[in-house]
């Protein structure tokens, strides 16, 4: 149910949603766009000093995808059948894409990455310095918003920020770690202990607009392993390096399909230092400088990379597969039962992703029934 309002008409280009996660993120799609171009709408009317209008126009407004475009359809989808989406939830909807545009700028910045959707990222545009000084003025002006629309959100905003921008610092400075599983599995937890924060803002954020309590820590635990996951084994079936973005292997970030290789076979710890090694010494420098090190390492490593390629396929994509479902499994089976058939719709959703690719015939593509 969305409590009716009048939506003034949009100025901008339609709102593209995500085409490759279909079930319930297509279903929303005709009751959901309008409050999404109203947001939009919100967003491109704010009064944004001249000074930075150019910067704000490239980093939020002129792409046509919102940036991490599912987690505002998930607080929305919570607070639909948690008791409707009211003109509270509505009212704090611009916000929360702010927020999303913000951790896309700070995960493009900390991860080298020159395009999102086939377009160049804010710090490929303008540069680090610029994106470091941009990510300022953004959350200034997220929590500032949030403060006068909604400060019970306050808290969730804060712990989102907190969480990823410190573990974000960390794993700037932690790529390509000594390969032993047990630092491969404490790399690994915090790659996934930067996502839950936004579950939470997602979930428990349209809960608190309705005055409920927070849905239990391991359903945010657990969803955000399930995303993380569910992204990880996307970029490496995919190959984004074809459309401008980059290969996790490559760039030196753990996985769980790379942990369960090195714990599964003897020979994938010797070939992940034999690919790595070279990436160790690229310095931390800018993004121009950085890319092109790392294309003279991509050259060097090519025999090495398809060897621990070929080994994540066979040892460790059946294993993270297995961990998605278990985690989809688990994640509904925490939620409190009235919540339940909504989560169990995004799960699945995330889930079925998987099936855009053709998978061996030995490992069937997995469905939450």
Known sequence: MIHEAVVPPSSGQ????????QGIFSRVRSRYAPLLEEARATLRALPVPSAV?????YGVLEHAQPSFMLLPLMYLIMAEHA???TPRHRRYLPWY????????????????TPFRSGRMTYPRRFGESSAASFSGFLMSTLFRK????EPVLLPLVADLFEQLCALQTWENHSRYPETSPEVLA???????????PAIAQAFNGALALHGREPIPREVCTRFGDLMQDVDDIVNFLEKREADGENDDLKMGIVTQMLLATVRADGSAREALEALWSPYRALPLVSQEEFSVGLEHCHQRTRAEYQRMAELLRRQGLPV?????????????????APLRPCMRDMVQAFV???HFFGLPGHMPTPRLE
């Open 146 to 149: 949030t403060a006068e629309t």
């Open 352 to 354: 079925n992703r998987l």
């Open 320 to 336: 993270a597969l297995r961990k998605v479902l278990a985690d989809a499994e688990a994640c509904v089976e925490a939620t409190p």
């Open 14 to 21: 339609p709102v593209l949603f995500p085409g490759k996660f």
């Open 53 to 57: 209008r150019e910067f704000y126009t």
């Open 186 to 196: 404490r790399w690994l937890q915090y790659h996934y202990d930067a996502v839950a």
């Open 97 to 112: 894409m702010l927020a999303m545009e913000l951790v896309a700028v700070l995960d493009d910045t900390v991860d080298h």
């Open 83 to 85: 008791g409707g989406i």
